[in-house]
């Protein structure tokens, strides 16, 4: 990585600006936020084709230790002792007081050995988090290394024609490989509801892997822009929006992250920082809830606009909106008392002062198509 004017360029900036990447400043980091092709069809094409993200901000941790499973079972409300070699699962970092201070990827690479991938805006606090409670534990940061991700329905073509034993990937699964005489690790999982992989890769060769994937006509590179559209139509959280410390993993509608072990009534129940109030609410329910919302009319719907019942009271906010390019229609996410999560509410949004017609939406508001085999 390199720093510019503050803001650090993965190895790929002159790659986004020879495409026609319109650069922005994004969690410390200048990144392509659209290309000449713009948001909509970057987000169809990654849809209908395969579309090549750069994903090198996000942050890549290695932990290992002889008891480095039963250690990070401490902070996470996952059975990680429960994962196969090259099985990988959705996490949270609770809190103590039963928040969210990160979502991440969490994936066994050996017996002792995890390899996290975590959000870009967190990952020094991660880091530091993770040397404060893990004391007998190598915990490496992997600053050399890039992170791409290959999505859409044809992936796989490109994937599977260049390291032909990923063909046996699932999603959630992952493998060491190479791509050409390039070392990657190869896991079949990505952040758009679509089919697809994410490659970490030394930055000495992510330039070389990139020529590799784009050198197939269809893949082309895709900006923030269209992969943020594509998280919200698949129902997908972005830290810091849609969760954060004040929200727990239930309030989150993400109940389905907890491992059955860690709850109540499981053989390992409890034992996270938070478990307490997180499991508090499994059982008793929670008062908030993260919903979907179709909204009435073309014009999209942003964050932080609030929600109002249908006598006026406000009762939420929303934490995610755009325009959805499948669905040709705006779609949101939001926060709203249990009592009004029902698929099929009626509420409004607040946009400049002026109503909008909103309706609880069942996530995901476009159908995932990851590969389950």
């Known amino acids: 990585m390199s720093e510019s004017s503050g803001n650090r360029k993965t190895q790929f900036y002159d790659y986004h600006l020879a495409a026609g990447g319109k650069m922005v400043p994004f969690a410390g980091y200048l990144m392509p936020v659209q290309y000449p092709l713009g948001i909509m069809q970057e987000h169809l094409h990654t849809r209908d084709h395969a579309g090549l993200f750069d994903v090198s901000h996000m942050g890549q941790v290695l932990v290992r230790g002889p008891n480095a499973a039963a250690e990070l079972e401490k902070l996470m409300p996952v059975d990680v002792e429960a994962l196969a070699i090259n099985q990988q699962s959705y996490a949270t970092f609770t809190s103590g007081d039963g928040?969210?201070?990160?979502?991440?990827?969490?994936?066994?690479?050996?017996?002792?050995?995890?390899?996290?991938?975590?959000?870009?805006?967190?990952?020094?606090?991660?880091?530091?988090?993770?040397?404060?409670?893990?004391?007998?534990?190598?915990?490496?940061?992997l600053d050399q290394q890039s992170l791409i991700a290959l999505q859409g329905l044809r992936a796989v073509e490109i994937i599977t024609e260049l390291a032909p034993e990923t063909v046996a990937l699932v999603f959630m699964q992952g493998c060491h490989t190479q791509i050409g005489d390039i070392e990657c690790y190869v896991t079949r999982s990505g952040y758009t509801g679509e089919d697809g992989f994410e490659i970490s890769v030394s930055d000495d060769h992510a330039l070389a892997l990139a020529d590799e994937l784009l050198a197939y006509d269809y893949c082309?590179?895709?900006?923030?822009?269209?992969?943020?559209?594509?998280?919200?139509?698949?129902?997908?959280?972005?830290?810091?929006?849609?969760?954060?410390?004040?929200?727990?993993?239930?309030?989150?509608?993400?109940?389905?992250?907890?491992?059955?072990?860690?709850?109540?009534?499981?053989?390992?129940?409890?034992?996270?920082?938070?478990?307490?109030?997180?499991?508090?609410?499994?059982?008793?329910?929670?008062?908030?809830?993260?919903?979907?919302?179709?909204?009435?009319?073309?014009?999209?719907?942003?964050?932080?606009?609030?929600?109002?019942?249908?006598?006026?009271?406000?009762?939420?906010?929303?934490?995610?909106?755009?325009?959805?390019?499948?669905?040709?229609?705006?779609?949101?996410?939001?926060?709203?008392?249990?009592?009004?999560?029902?698929?099929?509410?009626?509420?409004?949004?607040?946009v400049r002062g002026k109503p909008r017609s909103i309706t609880v939406a069942k996530m995901p508001l476009v159908p995932q198509r990851y590969y389950r085999g």
């Open 99 to 141: 928040g969210i201070l990160d979502d991440l990827i969490i994936t066994r690479w050996a017996q002792d050995t995890f390899f996290l991938v975590v959000n870009a805006g967190c990952k020094e606090q991660d880091v530091a988090h993770l040397k404060t409670h893990l004391l007998d534990c190598e915990i490496n940061y």
């Open 220 to 350: 082309q590179w895709i900006g923030l822009g269209a992969r943020d559209s594509l998280r919200l139509e698949a129902g997908l959280c972005l830290y810091g929006h849609d969760m954060d410390e004040h929200t727990s993993p239930v309030e989150a509608s993400i109940s389905w992250s907890i491992s059955k072990s860690r709850r109540s009534d499981g053989e390992k129940a409890g034992g996270f920082l938070g478990a307490d109030t997180i499991l508090g609410h499994l059982a008793n329910g929670a008062t908030k809830k993260r919903v979907g919302f179709l909204v009435e009319g073309r014009a999209p719907v942003r964050e932080g606009a609030e929600i109002a019942d249908q006598q006026g009271n406000l009762v939420g906010v929303i934490t995610s909106g755009g325009f959805g390019p499948s669905l040709q229609a705006p779609v949101a996410m939001g926060y709203v008392p249990v009592g009004l999560s029902a698929v099929g509410t009626q509420l409004t949004a607040l």
